[in-house]
């Protein structure tokens, strides 16, 4: 059976997202990041890096969360478009994601939450880009109702994190209409419910 090893984090999230929409079977292992268990010699030995989330499947650990979907889904025949085109539109939302919403939406989340220091400067710099991209996000949808057209993909998926916690980090949909229907759109579906309440049963 596939092992996902996790906690309850965005990227952990996105996994579990894609395990409710394929119905897959899997075991959860808990790897408890607030008080360092990511960092421990048994879960280096799974993953070098001290990140979650983290899969075993087939034989072997997969890390990185855009690779896990991106795997995961093309295990399962899930959300890729036939159209070639349509699949290189997903890797570049993967990319995009990986490179430029999570790092800059992790920024305001540091800078907000974690910093034992505030930097009014760096929140605000974080801030800026992250409501650019709210921009940019809402321009993508507007003649479409998903990231690459009409079918719901882990680009979708990749993305849809960060953007549920939007008025958590500052950020508002207002006026960002195409991009408000796509995250109720999400909101709205019976695996991301599961996933959404999936830790309200497991003890931190």
């Known amino acids: 059976m596939l092992k996902l090893y996790g906690y309850d984090t965005i990227n952990t999230l996105k996994i579990l997202m894609l395990l409710f929409e394929t119905g897959s079977d899997f075991e959860f292992i808990p790897i408890n990041i607030r008080t360092g268990e990511q960092h421990s010699p048994d879960f280096r030995a799974v993953n ?105 993909t882990i680009a979708d998926i990749a993305l849809f994190p960060w953007l549920r916690i939007h008025k958590h980090l500052g950020l508002s949909l207002e006026n960002a209409e195409n991009l408000s229907r796509w995250h109720e759109a999400i909101l709205a579906r019976p695996a991301t419910e599961e996933a959404l309440t999936f830790f309200d049963g497991i003890s931190s």
Not at 56 to 62: A, K, M, P, Y
Not at 66 to 83: E, H, P
Not at 117 to 140: C, F, K, M, W
Request: charge should be neutral; aromatic fraction near 12%.
């Open 48 to 152: 070098p890096a001290g990140k979650v989330p983290v899969i075993w499947d087939d034989g072997r650990h997969q890390t990185e969360s855009n690779a896990i979907l991106l795997s995961l889904a093309k295990k399962a025949s899930w959300g890729l478009v036939a159209d070639p085109s349509l699949q290189a539109d997903i890797t570049t939302w993967l990319f995009y994601q990986a490179s430029a919403q999570g790092p800059y939406f992790g920024q305001i989340e540091y800078w907000a939450r974690l910093a034992k220091t505030p930097n009014p400067a760096a929140s605000a710099h974080y801030g800026a880009i992250a409501s650019r991209s709210v921009e940019y996000l809402n321009d993508q949808l507007n003649t479409k109702k998903y990231l690459c057209g009409d079918v719901y």
